[in-house]
């Protein structure tokens, strides 16, 4: 049975940082393509990074890039986004994911909620 258990969210000031992890199990990392999204109050869903469970080759969308870093530890089965810089606008709830390829997400983790405050 596939888990994914998103953890770290948080109060964080503007201009802060937060690492957030998802303790994964049930299926083999090098199979699947590990994901990071958000869902901010009264918007839609949005895609921010993904890593590839075996290449190691990451994606970010142009809004992340340069500030939130994503990266898997296998010796403790997760896959982590540290964020930088964070903007009030970074608030929300974030969730990880996997699939068999990105755009093709499997499996979705509960959210963990990320506040950011100016």
């Known amino acids: 049975e596939v888990q994914l258990q998103a953890s770290g969210g948080g109060l964080v000031q503007a201009g802060g940082s937060l690492r957030l992890s998802c303790a994964a199990s049930g299926f083999k990392f090098e199979d699947y393509v590990l994901g990071w999204f958000r869902r901010a109050p009264g918007k839609a869903r949005e895609e921010l990074a993904s890593?590839?469970?075996?290449?190691?080759?990451?994606y970010y969308e142009d809004f992340v890039k340069g500030r939130f870093i994503i990266t898997i530890d296998r010796a403790k089965n997760t896959v982590s986004l540290l964020m930088n810089s964070l903007k009030v606008e970074d608030t929300a709830v974030y969730y990880c994911?996997?699939?068999?390829?990105?755009?093709?997400?499997?499996?979705w983790g509960q959210g963990t909620l990320v506040t950011v405050s100016s």
């Open positions: 890593i590839d469970g075996s290449t190691r080759n990451t």
């Open positions: 994911t996997i699939g068999s390829y990105r755009n093709e997400w499997d499996y």
